[in-house]
């Protein structure tokens, strides 16, 4: 839950999941529009159906008990290297590093060296020694990130409260590296069309191709180009939805129709007992404005 997201908005979100499933078992019964429900306006929604897939996997294979090798735990859904150290560092208390945004910067303040000029696995493996000197290992990654976040802060990092102070090259160094990386948006512009009924209905589909919203259920959804749209269309609104790093631009259409293609399905605009992203909700509430 925590991956690109805050820790104040995941905490309601960590509770309520955890007072619902207490078990690997009980969550490994579960469907994915059940586990799309609860994590409905968090985002990022893959991290859901990894979560699931990986529950799972954890049961039927593993006898609910996660594995305890490198390459074993990468083999779960949506476990990558950054993922698998962790794991095996806070459960196992595996002499190992979970190199995040966080622990990048620092490391890289201290030698004053930018981050891409630094091989992590390198220094992580020459360091071994000093760095995984306490049987602690567990304790040290979590306290590593929370140092990153907490005193060398991306920006005003705490150094006079540092311990690392002393050595720290970037500290002492009239030419300090630059490190606050700002995130790259994207705009993109879109015009969705919206099939509509009298029954205060809309129709969606999943066959839309657009990558950041695979696998959901939208309106018709094409790129912008010169902008003209058939006639058949009337124009309701255009604003702006932000997902990740990109900034949506929309154009908003929509026809009343009883007749709908294929591979579309008519949903109530007052539906709330399934999961809707947040963007396809924001397209609801636009729409509900023509009843
Ligand atoms: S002295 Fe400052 S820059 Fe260096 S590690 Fe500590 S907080 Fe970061």
Redesign the pocket.
């Known amino acids: 839950m925590l991956q690109q997201t805050q820790v104040k908005t995941v905490i309601p979100y960590f509770k309520k999941f955890t007072k619902k499933y207490k078990t690997l078992e009980s969550l490994s019964k579960i469907n994915e529009s059940q586990i799309l429900k609860l994590w409905e306006g968090l985002g990022y929604y893959r991290r859901a159906r990894n979560l699931l897939a990986s529950t799972k996997l954890l049961v039927k294979k593993y006898n609910s008990k996660l594995p305890n090798t490198f390459t074993e735990i990468k083999k779960l859904p949506g476990v990558g290297d950054y993922t698998a150290n962790a794991l095996l560092g806070f459960i196992y208390n595996e002499p190992t590093l979970a190199i995040d945004g966080n622990v990048k910067r ?1 490391f890289s ?2 030698l004053n060296k930018g981050e891409l000029k630094i091989n992590f696995e390198k220094l992580i493996l020459d360091n071994k020694k000093n760095l995984f000197n306490t049987n602690r290992n567990s304790d040290f990654i979590e306290a590593l990130m929370e140092f990153g976040a907490l ?2 802060k991306p920006k005003d ?3 006079s409260q ?1 311990c ?2 002393k050595s ?1 090259r ?2 002492k160094s009239p030419n300090k590296i630059k490190t606050n990386k700002r995130k790259k948006i994207k705009i993109m512009n879109y015009n969705i069309f919206c099939y509509v009924n009298k029954k205060k209905q809309i129709a969606l589909t999943k066959e839309n191709e657009i990558s950041f919203l695979k696998n959901f259920n939208l309106p018709l959804m094409k790129k912008m180009k010169n902008n003209s749209v058939n006639d058949d269309w009337r124009f309701l609104k255009n604003y702006k939805n932000s997902i990740s790093n990109l900034n949506l631009n929309i154009n908003l259409y929509y026809k009343f129709s009883s007749k709908i293609p294929k591979s579309y399905t008519w949903y109530s605009l007052n539906n709330n007992k399934e999961f809707m992203p947040s963007f396809t909700k924001k397209i609801f509430y636009q729409v509900s404005t023509l009843f």
């Open positions: 620092v303040r201290y005193i060398c990092p705490k150094c540092c690392l102070n720290c970037y500290l």
